[in-house]
């Protein structure tokens, strides 16, 4: 694991999402591995840490969610653009090496066994909370986050510092057609609180 990688507490894993930027949902099983993206993903609860995601019936990435029980939800940034629209846009179904056409490198933290995308912003491993009415109905998949990270480049004390660090790892947000935002610059009312 990179030295900029850094733990963040579980009781601020939510920021990490709070802000909506699409993100990249990884799973694995029986050594099968992807890595899709996802524009419909938030926090949903902060003690314990739990995540909602829209995983689609369609993707290979939702049998390995369902068969492993967890996925991890990273948040790409800039320098990942070609990245996330290619691992959005290509099936592991009809594209069996699309995870090296993309250039995605994957890594795993000690203790778990879900892949994680190298180059990322923030990592959050999620054991699923099964809902079966939820996933069949509304492909809407719950998690509770059982670990989170951050480039501390970008993420710092519990917060995003965007304004501060390098343009590149600013976090991408999906529209449609392969057309994204980078996250712009902060305006902040002082209310006193952290």
């Not at 601020?12 to 949902?25: D, E, F, I, S, W």
């Not at 739990?50 to 967890?70: A, P």
């Not at 933290?109 to 939820?134: K, Q």
């Not at 510092?161 to 600013?170: G, H, I, N, Q, V």
Request: charged residues 20%; proline residues 6%; negative net charge.
């Amino acid at each position: 694991m990179a030295n900029h990688i850094r733990p963040v507490d579980l009781e601020k894993a939510y920021r990490l999402l709070n802000h909506g930027p699409t993100v990249l949902v990884s799973s694995s099983h029986e050594g099968v591995y992807n890595v899709m993206s996802a524009a419909w993903a938030c926090a949903l609860d902060f003690d314990p840490p739990k995540v909602t995601v829209v995983i689609d019936k369609m993707t290979r990435t939702r049998s390995l969610v369902e068969k492993s029980g967890y996925f991890a939800l990273q948040v790409p940034n800039l320098g990942q653009l070609k990245l996330t629209h290619q691992v959005g846009t290509q099936s592991l179904m009809f594209t069996p090496d699309k995870l090296d056409q993309a250039g995605v490198e994957l890594f795993r933290v000690e203790g778990h066994d879900t892949p994680l995308v190298a180059g990322c912003s923030a990592w959050l491993i999620c054991r699923l909370i099964p809902e079966p009415h939820n996933q069949q109905t509304y492909d809407l998949f719950i998690a509770e986050v059982v670990g989170a990270w951050a480039d501390a480049r970008v993420f710092e004390g519990g917060h995003w510092k965007f304004e501060t660090a390098d343009p590149s790892l600013r976090s991408l947000h999906y529209v449609a057609g392969g057309h994204f935002y980078a996250i712009g610059d902060p305006a902040v009312v002082d209310t006193g609180e952290e």
